[in-house]
């Protein structure tokens, strides 16, 4: 139709945006400090502990293990099931003692399938905590003070919204033309609609590489075509 007007969507960034950005920032230089808190998932544990084979193990020539001062992220692996569990909730200075604790099968300390006595000590609890978001984090982004920091996330949010408003205008065009014309899509301009999904799913990566990998990658456009044609 002559002079008809497609309606689209404007996307500007807004304060809220700005806080949430800068929170990533902020996030993306935390560090471990001490915490008085009972060790959680993400925080970082000092432990020292013995384990020690009862009589009848230690007969059959199981060997007592011991470590000081061991660190391991809780909830990240790497460590027993039962080194997770004696740390959890506990503070930095509790002590906990298993007369008898039943290692399993393949078990680190070279005692699985052994009971044994535990005796462990929470030497320190540290808890990964983002900085103030404030003139000193705007120096690690090299930037003078704050003010500069936001405004620094907000061009870049600018920019990104810039980016989703041209597609919105874009998806819009492509919506009227569709529903008003029974014409078939141009298998370039619904090639090129999958391309742009697949930039916002893979990111920097060019999308005539993309491909190029193969038949993997095609099966994976065949399932955004629907959208791409809608």
Same mark, same amino acid.
């Given at each position: 139709n002559e002079g008809a007007t497609v309606a689209s969507t404007t996307v500007e960034p807004d304060d809220e945006d700005i806080d949430e950005a800068l929170a990533r920032r902020a996030e993306a230089k935390a560090v471990f400090t001490p915490t008085e808190e009972g060790a959680k998932d993400g925080d970082e544990v000092t432990v020292s502990y013995t384990l020690t084979p009862n009589d009848e193990d230690?007969?059959?020539?199981?060997?007592?293990?011991?470590?000081?001062?061991?660190?391991?992220?809780?909830?990240?692996?790497?460590?027993?099931?039962?080194?997770?569990?004696?740390?959890?909730d506990k503070a930095a200075g509790a002590t906990l003692v298993d007369d008898a604790l039943e290692l399993p099968e393949g078990d680190t300390?070279?005692?699985?399938?052994? =009971?044994?006595?535990?005796?462990?000590? $929470?030497?320190?609890? &540290?808890?990964? =905590?983002?900085?103030? $978001?404030?003139?000193?984090?705007?120096?690690?982004?090299?930037?003078? *003070?704050? *003010?500069?920091?936001?405004?620094?996330?907000?061009?870049?949010?600018?920019?990104?919204? &810039?980016?989703? =408003?041209?597609?919105?205008?874009?998806?819009?065009a492509l919506g009227y033309l569709l529903e008003h014309n029974e014409v078939?899509?141009?298998?370039?301009? $619904?090639?090129?609609?999958? *391309?742009?999904?697949?930039?916002?799913?893979?990111?920097?990566? *060019?999308?005539?590489?993309?491909?190029?990998l193969g038949p993997r990658l095609n099966e994976f456009r065949d399932t955004l075509r629907p959208e791409a044609t809608s």
């Open positions: 230690a007969a059959a020539g199981a060997v007592a293990d011991a470590a000081e001062g061991r660190q391991f992220v809780v909830g990240r692996g790497g460590v027993g099931a039962w080194l997770e569990e004696a740390v959890a300390s070279g005692l699985g399938g052994h =009971t044994v006595k535990l005796e462990l000590k $929470i030497d320190r609890v &540290e808890r990964k =905590t983002p900085p103030p $978001i404030d003139d000193e984090l705007a120096k690690q982004y090299d930037h003078e *003070d704050l *003010d500069g920091l936001r405004e620094d996330v907000r061009a870049e949010l600018a920019k990104q919204a &810039e980016r989703m =408003t041209k597609r919105a205008r874009r998806d819009a078939v899509a141009p298998e370039a301009l $619904i090639s090129r609609q999958i *391309d742009a999904r697949l930039g916002e799913v893979f990111g920097m990566f *060019d999308p005539q590489m993309l491909r190029s």
